[in-house]
């Protein structure tokens, strides 16, 4: 399907951005231990968010952003910088008792490619650092990454922490666009 009807169809079950597909089919795929307790890493415009709040009405969700996001029921969102995770207090509350991590932060683009690849390859690792912290054991770990030469070695430095690491490249993610999703279980 073409990134219009993905976003179309999104827009006629109330989604806010067409990520919602990108997700479904992942955890179709990959399918997480538990789904109760959830940190959502860069949230707005707020698809994922509702798409496990729909899902799993029972769940908790916590969700980031530098971003402002319009409020979601049944979600806790805070806008701040993922490097300052641990400033938030409801969420530091939790360290430890995640079952599900999610990410899809993805930085502005430069459009140089050597910048852009290490901003990619830092917000990962920070990424990687705070689902290691957050996440209880055995607990799942979904992240947006870019095909680039840094992918070997970040699924490398995930899979010292996690285990069954592996890739995803949903129907819904735009061909060109060379995002690609690492999955593990810590
Ligand atoms: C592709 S969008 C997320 C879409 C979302 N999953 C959805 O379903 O609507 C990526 C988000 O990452 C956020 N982001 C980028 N850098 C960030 C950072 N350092 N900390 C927190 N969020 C960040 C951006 O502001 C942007 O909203």
């Not at 179309?8 to 179709?28: D, N, P, Q």
């Not at 930085?107 to 390859?121: M, Q, R, V, Y």
Request: charged share 25%; aromatic share 10%; net charge positive.
């Amino acid at each position: 399907m073409h990134a219009d009807n993905w976003a179309h169809k999104a827009k006629l079950m109330g989604y806010r951005s067409r990520a919602v597909f990108k997700l479904e089919e992942i955890l179709s795929k990959f399918k997480p231990n538990k789904i109760t307790t959830i940190l959502d890493l860069g949230s707005a415009p707020g698809g994922w968010s509702q798409f496990i709040i729909k899902k799993y009405p029972k769940s908790q969700v916590f969700a980031i952003d530098t971003l402002d996001m319009d409020s979601i029921k049944g979600i806790k969102f805070f806008k701040e910088n993922i490097e300052n995770i641990n400033d938030i207090e409801d969420i530091v509350k939790l360290k430890g008792k995640f079952d599900l991590v999610i990410s899809d932060i993805a930085p502005n683009l430069t459009g140089i490619s050597a910048i852009d690849c290490e901003n990619i390859f830092d917000l990962n690792n920070l990424t990687i650092n705070a689902a290691i912290n957050f996440l209880e054991a055995n607990g799942s770990f979904i992240m947006k990454t870019f095909q680039n030469n840094n992918l070997k070695s970040l699924r490398k430095d995930m899979e010292l922490s996690f285990n069954i690491v592996q890739t995803y490249k949903p129907a819904a993610s735009k061909k060109k666009s060379g995002e690609i999703y690492l999955c593990g279980v810590k």
